[in-house]
């Protein structure tokens, strides 16, 4: 399970789609961006390939709770 999720704007300008994120899994701090459409890049940290999918699908479930779910 990931810890300590963050995530913030990638642009300035805030209606501008794309959020840069952050969290530890299992003691590994890992990073990435995440775009509007979904698509999502590991930029420090990569996780391995066996929890790669299943960190995916948190890190989406997260962002659309966070981002879009907040907005309503």
């Known amino acids: 399970m990931l ?3 963050q995530y913030k704007p990638l642009y300035k300008d ?3 789609p794309g959020w840069a994120f952050s969290f530890y899994f299992s003691g ?3 990073e990435g961006s995440y ?3 979904g698509t999502i890049v590991w930029t420090s940290g990569k996780p ?3 929890h790669e999918n299943a960190l995916k699908k948190q890190v989406h ?4 709770f966070h981002v879009y ?3 309503r």
């Not at 479930?61 to 659309?64: A, E, H, R, V, Y």
């Open 28 to 30: 590994k701090r890992i």
């Open 61 to 64: 479930d997260l962002m659309l």
């Open 14 to 16: 805030e209606r501008i």
């Open 69 to 71: 779910d907040q907005q």
């Open 3 to 5: 810890q300590h999720f």
């Open 48 to 50: 391995d390939r066996e």
């Open 35 to 37: 775009q509007q459409d």
